[in-house]
């Protein structure tokens, strides 16, 4: 008989959150869930204006010179995560797992598949159909994109399997305009869209967090073993 088991994790609510210290943040977090001083966290939080350069970036999907950005307010980083060009700022639920994937069978791809899963049905609460599209990562809403992700599998060095940091952005009541700085995730096909936008209102942050809590403990919470 298959054992269910309980996946723990601590949620953080850091509110406004300047990017270079969350990313600092989540580096500490990850070696302490490696040595085993801390449990499983998720942390919620908003950035300032940001576009974010992952590891598979293109030069030619950063539309504007240096300069431009940093005179609209806009910071521009290189991180270690995967993916292409994003956005991040006001309005935008950003959330860091950082899990240890050797608790569930130490797949990565399950992972994004299950990421995925939580914001597709943190979305269906509020009435909003989402999906995934083929060849593509996050949540979809036909044709446009309501939420990316962008990850990081960090090998452990004193724990068997990933711990996981990076994770995925949620347009709640996101200014869209700020995307067209960018090629947002370098697609050039298809737009974006934000929860405001679909629903034709404002939408609460703190519930959206709240749901996203519900949704990620259904979905990580059980693990087969």
């Given amino acids: 008989m298959e054992k269910v088991t309980q996946m723990d994790f601590e949620v953080q609510r850091l509110g406004m959150f300047p ?5 600092d943040k989540q580096k500490e ?4 869930i490696d040595q085993g001083r801390l449990d499983n966290q998720l942390l919620l939080l908003e950035h300032p204006h940001t576009i974010t350069l992952g590891r598979g970036s293109h030069q030619e ?15 521009l980083v290189e991180i270690d995560r995967g993916g292409d060009v994003t956005y991040h700022g006001p309005g935008q639920l950003v959330g860091y797992p950082l899990f240890h994937l050797g608790e569930r069978g130490n797949n990565a791809h399950g992972y994004l598949r299950d990421l995925e899963e939580v914001l ?5 609460r509020f009435g909003i159909e989402a999906g995934r599209k083929e060849a593509y990562t996050g949540a979809w809403v036909g044709d446009v994109k309501i939420a990316a992700i962008g990850v990081k599998f960090n090998r452990g060095r004193n724990r068997r399997g990933y711990i996981t940091s990076h994770g995925f952005a949620l347009n709640v009541n996101t200014d869209l305009r700020y995307f067209q700085m960018i090629v947002p995730c370098g ?7 934000s929860m405001q936008e679909q629903l034709g209102k404002p ?3 703190n519930e959206v967090m709240e749901q996203v809590i519900a949704c990620t403990h259904e979905v990580f919470g059980d693990k087969m073993e």
């Fill in 19 to 23: 990017y270079m210290e969350a990313w």
């Fill in 203 to 205: 939408v609460d942050m």
């Fill in 61 to 75: 999907n950063i539309i504007f010179s240096p300069d431009y950005y940093q005179q609209q307010g806009v910071q």
């Fill in 187 to 193: 697609i050039k096909e298809y737009g974006v869209t």
């Fill in 120 to 124: 597709i049905r943190t979305l269906k």
């Fill in 29 to 32: 977090l990850v070696q302490a």
